[in-house]
């Protein structure tokens, strides 16, 4: 494997990335008292705590079928707990579940000194992450086209974005190098974070090769940013070989990872994970208690419940059937979309996730073609330019999903996105011709 030249730093000062908000953030003494109180044995009798009393409450039982045939059901003391206020870090049992899959889905270096903290969601964890270390100018490195939920959070900050291009293996460490090392040179303010989405990246569907991230990883190393990683497709990937998290490479501590149980669970249940360095989880779990206290209790019991019921190995061969689900669908949309808009249209296919993205070379931007006429022709799909780090410019591609259209509506999806296309390019050849 891949020797790094990073040098193992035995402390890395985290406080040099937390933006100037985050390190005004204190604890809230009610959060802190429901900590105590949690870890605390069952003689203590607290009184510190404002929760309610859960026989006010009109749920007496909560049963839960699962799609293997097996169910379980909250009632007594743990419907109880599922209905109440809990840490901000996150139900106690879930943390301990979720250390233990970490460790055997990732094998992250230096563990004892990560921990975790449940959150409502990727979206509501990557914008803490980012809230934690992007202020006002500061610079971020962003792959480009990005997930436009990490721009809308950028976006208030008045941050710089630096947009890295991409290939169909991602953004390529030399652009990146040659990006910082021009930086650099110039005397310009360098980035403390990097947002990347490196497999089934959102929209381009592309997976980020082992060799790519290591060089990426290492040069995080030389030039001292953390990487953001929000990986919410990392189990649905559709080559044959398993992508290699950053977490799995991150000898220094410098990786967040952002996993989300939206994709592969229930969207509707609103879990994610952040695994990152001690310190940063600690000012990040600030920021819960003074958001939303916690991620909510009900789904972390049930996700919990079923960590303890499927065990490891059953969740990942949940993921695999997943996989195969996801795969055969986007086998579907390749075929239908390279039998309607051949000629018009060009794509690569999806490594992983959800995308099909699209270039449409005959129309310089997409945005009034998909967002004014698309309904029309009863097609909807996402202009490129929404995912762009300067949407303002034109963009020619378009991102189409896969994951919810049945067979007969992806082909005449593509069938009425050709036409919707063709007629655009006439109207480009006319107003042209109109014009001279
Ligand atoms: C790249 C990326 N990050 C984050 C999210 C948000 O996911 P969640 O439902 O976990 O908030 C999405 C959802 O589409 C996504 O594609």
């Not at 419907?79 to 106690?92: D, E, F, K, R, V």
């Not at 950053?246 to 990786?255: A, G, I, K, P, Q």
């Not at 916690?294 to 019921?309: D, E, N, R």
């Amino acid at each position: 494997m891949y020797k790094y030249n990073c040098k193992k730093m035995s402390k890395m000062d985290y406080s040099h990335f937390r933006t100037e908000v985050s390190k005004k953030r204190r604890s809230a003494a009610t959060r802190e008292l429901t900590k105590i109180a949690y870890a605390a044995p069952n003689s203590i009798i607290s009184l510190a705590e404002g929760m309610p009393n859960e026989e006010t409450f009109p749920f007496t039982e909560i049963s839960v079928k699962l799609s293997d045939g097996s169910d379980f059901v909250l009632d007594g003391e743990e419907l109880a707990t599922a209905l109440q206020y809990i840490p901000s870090q996150g139900y106690p049992p879930l943390i301990q579940a979720i250390k233990e899959f970490q460790r055997k889905a990732h094998a992250p270096p230096v563990w004892e000194r990560r921990e975790v903290v449940i959150v409502a969601g990727g979206q509501d964890g990557l914008s803490k992450a980012l809230e934690a270390i992007i202020g006002p100018g500061d610079p971020i490195l962003v792959q480009n086209p990005f997930y436009p939920g990490a721009s809308v959070v950028i976006a208030p900050h008045d941050a710089e974005l630096i947009p890295i291009e991409q290939d169909d293996h991602g953004i390529s460490s030399e652009c990146l190098r040659e990006k910082l090392r021009e930086r650099q040179l110039a005397g310009l303010k360098m980035p403390k974070m990097m947002y990347i989405n490196a497999t089934g990246a959102n929209p381009t569907g592309t997976v980020m090769p082992l060799q790519r991230r290591e060089e990426i990883y290492q040069i995080a190393c030389e030039y001292n940013f953390l990487i953001l990683d929000d990986d919410p497709y990392h189990f649905m990937y559709f080559n044959d070989e398993a992508p290699c998290s950053f977490l799995s490479l991150d000898t220094e501590n410098r990786v967040i990872r952002i996993d989300s149980f939206s994709k592969v669970l229930s969207s509707g249940l609103r879990i994610g994970v952040i695994t990152a360095a001690a310190p940063l989880v600690s000012s990040i779990e600030l920021h819960m208690q003074s958001s939303h206290l916690h991620a909510p209790t009900l789904s972390q019991v049930i996700l919990y419940k079923l960590l303890k019921i499927w065990g490891f190995d059953k969740m990942m061969e949940h993921f695999r059937k997943i996989r195969s689900f996801y795969k055969e669908r986007r086998d579907l949309i390749v075929k239908v979309a390279e039998q309607h808009l051949q000629g018009i249209a060009e794509f690569t296919v999806p490594s992983a996730g959800f995308f099909l993205w699209i270039k449409v070379p005959g129309v310089q931007d997409t945005w009034k073609m998909v967002m004014q006429r698309g309904v029309s022709y009863g097609v909807l799909v996402a202009p490129g330019a929404a995912f762009m780090a300067d949407p303002s410019e034109p963009c020619n591609a378009l991102r189409a999903s896969f994951a919810k259209a049945s067979y007969k509506e992806m082909n005449l999806a593509m069938e009425r996105l050709a036409q919707l296309i063709r007629d655009e390019l006439l109207r480009n050849r006319a107003s042209l011709l109109g014009e001279t």
